[in-house]
């Protein structure tokens, strides 16, 4: 079936600059999950949070319709890696503890993905979903500077599904699943700038922009931080809140 494949283009630069998530989100997902035995991270990227579950689950199932995308996965003997849509994982019936969606539910058929992560998990299994919206640095002038290119340097370019990960997910239906409270969770790394200008390139927006126009706009927002920024080398740190819903299969 087919996707929107927003990152198969950019899938090393995806691998090499994306955030990744705390330990403590992992911790908490398997201490609320009914056993430690298989966890299924569907649209896994490069596998960030594959890898997140690995010191938690005997096995790890991790898929992504993007071929590109799991070619760059990081492999580890605990993952087994798949191209797979979201809505057909190939997995057997009720042989999940755990489902997670990081970064990407705003892709899916929803409620086709949630009748096969019902059909994937065990009674009493966890689904767990999350997304993080704009950055935000440690200094104001550089915020400000960020937060204008993302609002309106490549605002008009983000696609329509972008609005699910700026509410958090919490505009879409779960129906068919019970909701547990969810902790706060918060990514934080400390960046040098080429490091936050490889991530923005990552954005769907960035690349659409780069493809509408011909130029990259981050070469205009490099020369705009820059003054502020100092030593290009000196890490900044940079956080992005966490959005995590979290439901247990009847």
Same mark, same amino acid.
């Given at each position: 079936?087919?996707?929107?494949?927003?990152?198969?283009?950019?899938?090393?630069?995806?691998?090499?600059?994306?955030?990744?998530?705390?330990?403590?989100?992992?911790?908490?997902?398997?201490?609320?999950?009914?056993?430690?035995?298989?966890?299924?991270?569907?649209?896994?990227?490069?596998? =960030?949070?594959?890898?997140?579950?690995?010191?938690?689950?005997?096995?790890i199932?991790?898929?992504?319709a993007?071929?590109?995308q799991?070619a760059?996965?990081?492999?580890?003997?605990?993952?087994?890696?798949?191209?797979?849509?979201?809505?057909?994982?190939?997995?057997?019936?009720?042989?999940?503890?755990?489902?997670?969606?990081?970064?990407?539910?705003?892709?899916?058929?929803?409620?086709?993905?949630?009748d096969?992560?019902?059909?994937?998990?065990?009674? !009493?299994?966890?689904?767990?979903?999350?997304?993080?919206?704009?950055?935000?640095?440690?200094?104001?002038?550089?915020d400000?500077?960020?937060?204008?290119?993302y609002?309106?340097?490549v !605002?008009?370019?983000?696609?329509p599904?972008?609005?699910?990960?700026?509410?958090?997910?919490?505009t879409l239906d779960?129906?068919?699943? !019970?909701?547990?409270p969810?902790?706060?969770?918060?990514?934080?790394?400390?960046?040098?700038?080429d490091?936050?200008l490889?991530?923005?390139?990552?954005?769907?927006?960035? =690349?659409?922009c780069r493809e509408?126009?011909?130029?990259?706009?981050?070469?205009?927002?490099?020369?705009?931080?820059?003054?502020?920024w100092?030593?290009?080398? =000196?890490?900044?740190i940079?956080?992005?809140?966490?959005?995590?819903?979290?439901?247990?299969?009847?």
């Amino acid at each position: 079936m087919s996707f929107a494949d927003h990152f198969s283009a950019v899938a090393a630069d995806y691998a090499h600059f994306r955030p990744y998530y705390p330990d403590a989100l992992f911790d908490h997902l398997a201490e609320i999950a009914p056993g430690n035995d298989q966890a299924w991270d569907c649209a896994t990227g490069n596998g =960030q949070a594959a890898l997140g579950l690995v010191g938690h689950f005997a096995r790890i199932h991790a898929t992504d319709a993007s071929a590109a995308q799991i070619a760059a996965a990081a492999p580890h003997p605990r993952i087994c890696y798949a191209v797979a849509p979201a809505e057909s994982s190939g997995l057997a019936e009720a042989s999940c503890d755990l489902v997670t969606v990081a970064q990407a539910l705003h892709w899916f058929d929803l409620p086709r993905f949630l009748d096969e992560a019902r059909r994937a998990l065990r009674p !009493g299994g966890i689904l767990a979903v999350w997304c993080y919206g704009p950055l935000h640095l440690d200094d104001p002038a550089i915020d400000a500077i960020s937060t204008h290119f993302y609002r309106e340097a490549v !605002g008009p370019y983000w696609p329509p599904e972008r609005t699910l990960v700026e509410s958090a997910y919490t505009t879409l239906d779960f129906t068919g699943f !019970g909701e547990l409270p969810a902790p706060a969770f918060e990514l934080r790394h400390d960046w040098p700038l080429d490091a936050l200008l490889g991530y923005i390139g990552t954005w769907s927006a960035t =690349q659409a922009c780069r493809e509408a126009t011909g130029e990259d706009p981050r070469t205009r927002l490099a020369d705009e931080l820059l003054p502020h920024w100092g030593d290009p080398a =000196q890490p900044r740190i940079v956080r992005w809140p966490l959005g995590l819903r979290l439901f247990r299969r009847p």
